[in-house]
């Protein structure tokens, strides 16, 4: 059984960084496809940044050129590394993996808490 950790949201001023970390445990890292999903007050959860099992990333508009998204294979981690920091970007982040081999074996983090404001 895949099992998510998030760690790393806070409260930050606008114009900061925050980088987010997702561990990964109880399967192959490797053989999943990772992405930060976020969700606002009100709001319908979103992607915001993916990254397939062989490094290959997209993003969100609204995110492209402030947020980078990255896997590390030896520490089955998973990073948001997010700059330019928007109050707009306020919302609980959610880490997800979706195996390669069976798109219905999904699995999600518990959320943490991004606040953006002075």
């Known amino acids: 059984q895949v099992e998510l950790v998030e760690s790393g949201g806070g409260l930050v001023q606008p114009g900061g960084s925050l980088r987010l970390s997702c561990a990964f445990s109880?399967?192959?890292?490797?053989?999943?496809?990772m992405s930060w999903f976020r969700q606002a007050p009100g709001k319908q959860r979103e992607l915001v940044a993916h990254?397939?099992?062989?490094?290959?990333?997209n993003y969100l508009d609204s995110v492209k050129g402030r947020f980078t998204i990255s896997r590390d294979v030896a520490e089955k981690t998973v990073y948001l590394q997010m700059n330019s920091l928007k109050p707009e970007d306020t919302a609980v982040y959610y880490c997800?993996?979706?195996?390669?081999?069976?798109?219905?074996?999904?699995?999600w983090g518990q959320g943490t808490q991004v606040t953006v404001s002075s």
């Open positions: 997800h993996a979706r195996s390669t081999y069976d798109t219905n074996n999904v699995y």
């Open positions: 109880g399967s192959i890292f490797s053989f999943y496809d």
């Open positions: 990254i397939d099992s062989g490094g290959s990333p």
